[in-house]
């Protein structure tokens, strides 16, 4: 709020008299504070004098001496500011000591009706202290006033309910049944161990709500759930803790059931007559501003936020006997949930920056889904009710039910499920704990934090993909033999279990999986099924082809290199076990519509790969959709660009023209920045986006629109050097697989590849050299990484797979007019290296490093022509037409020397010169150096500067 929007609420105070309390005031920016303090001296001076009118902000205004202002503020908390000693002096503070909390719980008691106030107060309140003291610290937990009050509430409504009960059994109840819900796994018992030794003798079963408890039930069967005590009694506990609060948190890690346990109480509720509407929206996918709205400070006018046009929407009275919740599906910061406190706590009320105040009406309530609220202050933990949900509760086993159940085939089901109890469990412990064959190791290591129930999920998608109902080769699932399904179910626990594994856990999970399985083994590239091909170092090596019936390794699968000169060098890849791997997932992803990340280290073929499969779809029926993200990136720009790639439908339904589907890749998805609260918020629009469905429009309608036939691929590094973690919540929709770094014989056939089919049209003598010229820069590239590591002096010594193909794009743009022997293209080679690697030093010791080992290298291996590829000055440029390229075309060659360089620069100079604004250069041989090096990266990809910086 700015001084303008508050002197209008004063000036309304002074006209009517009225007192104004203004709650969380030092969340006012200290620059409109201090503006503040002078509108309330003015104010103050008026009523010491008397006055019935008086000049206040430009206006003169009417003036009721029984007016006053009222400020409450909790001191040190995050998003608060310090108040200006200016302010602080027009003000009689009051400080408010922790209230004796016994005394209150025995008044609130004795009014509900009970006749054992003082004692049951007294164990009230030690039970209270012992929580605080002896439980676990949570940033959800709250044992204070608000919290005793909820469950005073309660005690008396179940008083009222339950007159037979004695008045302690109540309490008991009262106290566990509304602290239960909160509580982590660990933490239940020591609280249920505190109520036995404070109501000793006392066990009172769960108060049941007949109705409600039946369509719960009902609500999980319909949606094929499998029922589960712990997930009822979760909506249950959501259900009472509702009854006394407006606002509750869902608080859990992601595969707990927290959208589970929501969506089911809304369709009971529904079932019971009582329709309930969701508003769901993810308040850390947009700005604050466009969250609340802004009043425009210069002409004053009012525009709307996302949040204060669903509440004023929801708000509006209704007939019918129907609920409607706004469900905050995203982070909880200090920033934008601190402006709901005044909402959440009694008061009930929204007021916002245009003095509008809207009042929570009876059958709206708030709530909010989050993963933990470590950034949320304790104003607003207390301020809500509490329910956690702990995936321990639910773990990987139901949804493995549900999936098993969906499927048609009984003898299918039979066979997976006995499958999946041979190999999931131990496979898990193995992964998640450290533990094989009842034996303690080292867990193994994952590219990215994954649960056990996000890797079943991702089991269920690839069998899925390779078993549909009805196969791709025709036959149904059901024909296929045990030993058959048992193959395919080992290949699909290699790209799900196995999928986010670094390299060296894949290699024990290949051992132990290999161990459980128990079959034969078979030392060839192909293998029957019943049997485990073991001439490869892995399992990994291998995919199960369901048509010819037989494990086949993928070195059988990968294509040829078939070079072709039109293509960018961007463009180029070559086909690997890794990218034919990575290929072929993709594809299956694609069929089945579900989203998937390649993660992997820098160099890793990520976006070639997943380019190179897009370029393959059939653009008859899809639509391609690259988006780049960098630190720069907001979630407006994300949707900007989705919605100018799709068309409207029906009213609130987006999409590709008809008959067609839309892929969109993300490249890079973890570089957004993250904010103070640690939230990306790119990130965040894109789960509400995956999760439902849809997004809000940023426009003036603001209204939900559902984006149909979309699907989504992403690719991003390791965090670390400027790409971040993501959130583990939307990592949880997609399918996780680890792009492995090729090993050192991948690189030579990559490159040696790449550089032979260059080299066609070349002498056979200069096409011989691609395979020493690959062994060597590879011999180079690993001496470079190993010697000259980057420190905090020099942190741009950073080398990856793309400076070696920077080196490769270099000799790619040779012709054989140019380099018709081998020591002229030797040349060029260490040209490229020295520019790749020697350009990025710093240090005279650093570059004679690596000049001593190019010297090394080609003495040894290239000593006919040592003498012409070691002379210097070493120019390579293609500015010898740059004058005159209509009528000769620019070629890159070697120029030989400083003098045919100078001459050449001399030239372009005088003709600059001529056109603009005279420079007096003077061309000594570093500057022509320099200037030949910044020419050559200025003139890679078509005059587009990739990844170059110049430091000095």
Known sequence: MDFKAIGKIFSGLCQCGAWGCFDEFNRIDVSVLSVISSQIKTIQNALIMKLDRFQFEGTEIAMDGRMGIYITMNPGYAGRTELPESVKALFRPVVVIVPDLQQICEIMLFSEGFEMAKVLAKKMTVLYKLAKEQL???????????????????AGELKRGSADLPEDTVLMRALRDMNLPKFIFEDVPLFLGLIGDLFPGLDCPRVRYPKFNDAVEDAFTEHGFVMLPDQVDKVIQMYETMLTRHTTMIVGPTGGGKSAVI?????????????????????????????????????????????????????QPTEKKEKRYILFDGDVDALWVENMNSVMDDNKLLTLANGERMRLQSHVAL?????????????TVSRCGMVYVDPKNLKYEPFWRRWINGRSVKSEQEAFDAFFNKYVPPLLELILEGVMAGKNVPKLKTIVPISDLRMVTQLSVILDALIPD?????????????????????????????????????????????????????????????????????????????????????????????????????????PTVDTTRATWLIEHMIRVRQPIVLVGETGTSKTATVQDVLRG????????????????????????????????????????????????????????VVDTYGTQQPIELLKLLLEKGGMYDRGKDMQWRFFRDISYLAAMGKAGGG?????????????????????????????????????????KEIQDLATPITKVTLELYSTIVKELPPTPSKFHYIFNLRDLSRVYYGL???????????QSFTRVWRNECLRIFHDRLISAEDKALVQGHMNDLVTSNFRDTSDVVLRNPILFGDYRAALNPETEPRVYEDLQDFDASGALFTEILEEYNQTFNPMNIVLFEDALDHATRIHRVLRMVNGRLRGHTLIS
């Open 812 to 822: 790619s743009l040779t012709l054989p007019e140019r380099y018709s022997d081998c």
């Open 263 to 315: 969506d089911t109480l809304c369709r009971a509720q529904t079932k019971l007559s009582i329709p309930t509407k969701l508003y769901t929206m993810n308040p850390k996918a947009v700005t604050v501003v466009e969250l609340y709205g802004i009043l425009d400070p210069v002409t004053r006018d009012w525009t709307d936020g996302l949040l204060s046009n669903i509440f004023r929407e929801i708000n």
């Open 136 to 154: 676990s610290k949570q940033h959800h937990y709250d044992f204070g006033l608000r919290a005793l009050k909820a469950v005073l509430v309660m």
């Open 617 to 672: 779809v059939d653009r008859e029926s899809n639509l391609i959709l690259n988006i780049n993200f960098s630190s720069r990136t907001t979630s407006l720009d994300v949707q900007r660009n989705l919605e100018s790639n799709v068309e409207k439908r029906t009213k609130d339904s987006f999409g590709p023209p008809a008959g067609k589907k839309l892929l969109v890749f993300m490249d890079d998805m973890n570089m957004p």
């Open 367 to 379: 709530l909010f889904e989050v993963a933990d609220l470590q950034y949320a202050s304790p104003a």
């Open 470 to 574: 009805v196969g791709e080769s025709g036959q149904t699932a059901s024909t296929l033999g045990t030993d058959t399904m048992e193959a395919v179910f080992l290949s699909a626990l290699c790209f799900s279990l196995g999928g986010p594994l670094l390299e060296d856990g894949r290699v024990k999970f290949d051992e132990y999986l290999k161990q459980l399985a128990s079959l034969g083994s078979a030392n060839a590239d192909t293998a029957k099924p019943g049997e485990i091909p073991c001439s490869k170092a892995t399992l990994f090596d291998y995919f199960f082809d369901i048509e010819a019936n037989e494990w086949k390794a993928w070195s059988l699968a990968v294509e040829p290199y078939i070079h072709d000169p039109e293509r960018l060098f961007t463009e180029v890849l070559v």
């Open 723 to 763: 790409r971040n973690e993501v959130n583990p919540r939307f990592l949880a929709l997609f399918a996780v697989f680890n792009m492995v770094f090729p090993e050192e014989d991948t690189l030579q056939h990559i490159y040696a590849t790449i550089l032979k089919g260059h080299l066609q049209t070349f002498k």
